[in-house]
């Protein structure tokens, strides 16, 4: 195999990694759809959580949890800010959950995983 | 001129928060302003329940001692206080921070002014008549649907009246349902003599009044990134903006106070609540998020420019609350071995007995504390050895009767149910009035002559 190949193929080589090794969030609510803004920890990581933590995959992640997702770029703060519609069972007053107001959203959004390239999650997170 | 500094203080981030945050930021160090945000989206309902039963209340009846504590010292330094404590009431409000300057013997000395005109209630038929629908901007229903069960329906107005009452001097403005951000946006507006059509120093103060408008949460409070780091949370000092001529401010809070004011927590804060970055509207204007730049400006310190907005709307909010029906949560605490699976097992018990009651519900939902209740099924399964889970239980139904029953079939499943069960100390849950909220828009022109600004006498 020509070696150029094989060099192309460890730049693309990715790793699983939890968003809470990429990022930090806070979250409220909205009537009955929380918010989830995401924060890159490092500026230069921004990019990657533009282009993996998409609209699709946070749906994907909070399957049964929300109706729908829209998606928001803030890139002078770094950040993504997410809409989680449906997500507070009612809402407000009306809910009867036990996170109401969507505060510990934020926290849920961080297990998310998504693909890292090698070279940057042996930086950012523990393990393997 | 164009080097002075006004420093506008957060003093309260919600009805119910630190009592000693206010005081600490009168005395802990130079400021200009005191701004004090008190009214949540159903507050007001609950004002509006307390005034039906007694003429005089209606309003945060804790700022009043809170007034009272800080009164010789802002009296003395000229601090101004801004706030929505007046709830549904500004007027009772007003009068009884009155009586207390009184009784401080500083009346002479102290100006007060209250803005009403944000009440809807007694316009509802009238303006429904007039063919306004107040629509639920969430569902699309029109009020006539739950007309009858209004309780409460407040506009947010916006710094107009405030910046009026500044104006005529007084020291400490009590309002309605004045937004949060335009407690801020008052002050800034009346110092700067900015036009209240410049758009930019619109977005700029309301981003100012969002930064520090949920108190210690932009200055270490709730804040993920780092959270072992941040110290001194015993005393945390509540934010400050440190606000310029040109609509650029520093965020920061007094020295030798805990927590910490840096990027990160400045950042957290303005992402709390967001809905569209590009167009965060108020009464006043619109700010677009996204324009914001955030510079770290040495310890605790994170200057805040660049802030560009566009001309306010044609409509105001209305924060409608209405009577929607009961709830109650009841919960039970299981122990090793076999917690989860306890827990589980009484949850059946307890939804069967339920249903052979015949009793009817909007909603039964069950969480398992220490399983699932913040996370969901995204936490996995829990270990096969978990410690204990708490069942929490909670039911919702328009009538009061089958609410009630269920706060009756909780106990007795310590001694009819699954065994290894505790933590029942508090008895019976209690049955809770579920006042909901409608969001909706109005035509400016509808409220604003109606809104007035009044200076006490002494």
Redesign the interface.
């Known amino acids: 195999m020509p070696r150029k190949t094989v060099k192309r193929q460890a730049v693309k080589a990715t790793r699983m990694v939890q968003l809470r090794y990429l990022a930090h969030a806070r979250s409220g609510d909205k009537g009955d759809s929380a918010n989830v803004g995401l924060i890159a920890l490092d500026p230069a990581h921004y990019p990657l959580l533009v282009k993996e933590v998409t609209r699709a995959r946070v749906q994907r992640h909070f399957h049964g949890m929300v109706r729908e997702v829209d998606r928001f770029e803030l890139p002078n703060l770094n950040a993504l800010n997410f809409l989680l519609h449906g997500a507070l069972d009612g809402g407000g007053t009306i809910s009867l959950k036990t996170d109401a107001q969507g505060k510990v959203y934020s926290t849920a959004l961080l297990r998310m995983q998504i693909p890292v390239p090698v070279a940057v999650a042996r930086l950012i997170s523990p393990g393997k | 001129m164009t080097d002075r500094i006004v420093r506008v203080a957060a003093g309260q981030g919600f009805w119910g928060d630190w009592p000693e945050a206010p005081v600490r930021q009168v005395q802990g160090g130079p400021i200009d302003y005191l701004m004090m945000d008190y009214l949540a989206?159903?507050t007001m309902s609950i004002m509006q329940k307390q005034k039906a039963r007694d003429p005089t209340l209606g309003y945060a009846r804790d700022f009043v001692p809170l007034m009272e504590r800080i009164l010789p010292d802002i009296v003395r330094r000229g601090i101004r206080v801004t706030s929505n404590a007046g709830g549904v009431n500004p007027r009772a409000c007003a009068e009884a921070v009155r009586e207390v300057a009184r009784r401080l013997g500083l009346s002479a000395k102290l100006r007060i002014a209250l803005v009403t005109g944000d009440d809807l209630l007694p316009r509802i038929d009238e303006l429904l008549a007039k063919g306004h629908p107040l629509t639920d901007m969430?569902t699309g229903r029109p009020l006539s649907d739950i007309r009858e069960k209004v309780l409460s329906a407040n506009a947010y107005l916006g710094m107009a009246p405030m910046v009026e009452a500044l104006r005529q001097g007084a020291q400490v403005v009590i309002t309605g349902r004045v937004t949060d951000t335009g407690l801020t946006l008052g002050p800034l507006f009346h110092e700067f003599g900015w036009s209240p059509e410049d758009w930019d120093k619109v977005a700029a103060g309301t981003v100012a009044g969002h930064i520090i408008e949920c108190g210690a949460q932009s200055s270490g409070g709730?804040l993920?990134?780092d959270w072992r780091k941040v110290k001194g949370l015993e005393n945390p000092g509540f934010p400050i903006v440190e606000a310029s001529a040109d609509g650029s401010f520093v965020v920061t809070k007094h020295p030798g106070t805990g927590g910490v004011v840096n990027l990160?927590s400045v950042?957290?804060?303005?992402?709390?609540?967001?809905?569209?970055?590009?167009t965060y509207i108020t009464p006043d204007g619109i700010a677009d998020?996204?324009?914001?730049?955030?510079r770290a400006a040495g310890k605790d310190r994170v200057r805040v420019s660049g802030i560009r907005g566009r001309p306010r709307t044609d409509m105001l909010k209305v924060s409608i609350a209405y009577f929607?029906g009961y709830?109650a949560?009841g919960t039970l605490v299981y122990s090793w071995p076999e917690a989860y699976d306890k827990a589980k097992a009484a949850d059946r018990i307890l939804r069967a007995r339920l249903k052979d009651l015949g009793l009817k519900f909007e909603?039964i939902?069950t969480?398992y504390?220490g399983v699932d209740?913040?996370?969901?099924?995204?936490a996995g399964p829990p270990s096969p050895d978990i410690p204990e889970v708490q069942l929490?239980i909670?039911?919702?139904a328009r009538a009061k009767a089958p609410v009630e029953r269920f706060t009756r079939e909780i106990a007795p499943l310590v001694l009819t149910g699954p065994p290894s069960v505790t933590g029942f100390a508090g008895g019976r849950p209690e049955v809770q009035e579920?006042?909901?909220?409608w969001?909706a828009l109005i035509d400016r022109r509808e409220v604003e002559p109606h809104v007035a600004v009044e200076v006490l006498d002494a």
């Open positions: 989206e159903v969430d709730n993920l990134r990160a950042t957290e804060q303005l992402v709390y609540e967001m809905g569209d970055p590009n998020f996204t324009s914001i730049q955030l929607y709830k949560v909603q939902l969480e504390v209740a913040t996370h969901g099924a995204l929490r909670g039911v919702r579920v006042v909901a909220y969001p």
